[in-house]
């Protein structure tokens, strides 16, 4: 069946060089390169099967982690999928130790017993990530509950798919939150995807907004791979999060260069995708369009750009070697951490 052509995929505008802060923007490019490098070196390693498990892949989706989570603290309670590199290494950029948890190790975020889809580190507000699509979004709102209930200040944060709102319970949490006005952010990563189904040819419509409409939920909807956009509107919507006025809903159209699971491009399970669709998405790199920006403001340059994809790219090796060199962990800790007690 021919799926319609998601109505904004255009190649769009330059990101507005209004209100920005010339160290900040440096730290979001950053931020954005360490991930797709991360990625693209996982990519490698699983074509060169040198990684046992899945892993799924968010290249071309940079910026709306990265975007986010400038305006998150570490007291906040941030929920992942089964995506989520870019949600975890936009919190704590440590690659060595995503690495190792993908490689298996012990010294990985999950002490190993996870790979690449059970991440957690809650030092840095990361809550965890999980296979079983939508199996965060309640544990976010029980967070946000739970903080309401004990009068923290801190948020909930979750970043669903737009496969995932597809799932009953997710439009439960929408109701619950609204009803129970909790600190919580709905992330919407819209990229029309799910595992090789294009949204059109499984919802009626391409905007995934109506249902924060119909739950009487404020929300936004904004051009996911435009990092100065995202960091600037969370950033009000957060404030409010905090301030006590209840659950907000961002949506974020995107797209992942890389096919549902592990390093293809041209193939999305099985199903060829459109190749000048990837192209056109292609043109709205984020991280393209912010170090333009950054050269027209005449901040950053072609040369600082090459010197710090070989710093990056030094950084990567030196932590995938370290990694590899790690141990597995020991055979009789399989069934530890499986129930819940103090580790
Ligand atoms: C409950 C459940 N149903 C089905 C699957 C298989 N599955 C894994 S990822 C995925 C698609 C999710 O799509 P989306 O939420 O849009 O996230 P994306 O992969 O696009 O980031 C599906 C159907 C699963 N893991 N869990
Ligand atoms: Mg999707």
Redesign the pocket.
């Known amino acids: 069946m021919k799926y319609k052509l998601f109505k904004s995929n255009k190649p769009q505008k330059l990101v507005s060089s209004k209100n920005y802060n010339h160290k900040f923007l440096i730290k979001m490019f950053k931020s954005m390169i360490v991930i797709r490098k991360t990625e693209q070196q996982l990519a490698w390693a699983k074509k060169n099967n040198l990684i046992q498990g899945p892993v ?1 892949l968010g290249v071309g989706q940079e910026a709306i982690a990265v975007g986010i989570s400038q305006n998150i603290k570490k007291t906040d309670k941030v929920f992942g ?3 989520s590199h870019s949600h975890l290494l936009a919190l704590n950029p440590n690659i060595y130790k995503l690495f190792a948890e993908i490689l298996a190790k012990k010294t990985g975020f999950s002490k190993g017993m996870g790979g690449s889809m059970h991440l957690i580190d809650k030092p840095s507000g990361f809550y965890g990530s999980v ?4 199996g965060t979004v309640p544990l976010a709102v029980g967070a946000a509950l739970a903080a309401k209930i004990q009068k923290k200040k801190s948020i909930s944060v979750v970043y669903i ?4 709102v597809e ?1 009953g319970v997710v439009q439960e949490c929408f109701n619950f939150s609204r009803n129970y006005n909790l600190p919580i952010l709905f992330v919407i ?1 819209n ?1 029309l ?3 090789h189904m294009h949204i059109s040819l499984r919802q009626p419509s391409h905007d995934l907004c109506r249902f924060a409409i119909d739950n009487k939920i404020p929300y936004e909807v904004l051009d996911g791979n435009n990092v100065v956009k995202i960091a600037n509107k969370s950033k009000k919507i957060i404030d409010k999060i905090r301030d006590g006025k209840g659950p907000r809903f961002l949506e974020l159209s995107t797209y ?1 260069w890389y096919g ?1 699971v592990d390093w293809r491009e041209d193939i999305d399970v099985g199903v060829n995708r459109s190749l000048s669709d990837l192209n056109n998405w292609k043109k709205k790199d984020p991280i393209g369009r912010l170090l333009k920006l950054m050269i027209k403001l005449n901040i950053f340059s072609l040369k600082k750009e090459i010197k710090l994809n070989k710093e990056i790219d030094k950084k990567i090796k030196i932590a995938w070697s370290k990694a590899l060199k790690d141990p597995y962990p020991n055979k009789n800790s399989i069934l530890n951490y499986v129930f819940s007690k103090k580790n």
């Open positions: 799924h999928n089964h995506r296979p079983i699509v939508a798919g737009d496969g995932a799932e990563e990229n995807f799910a595992s992942r549902h």
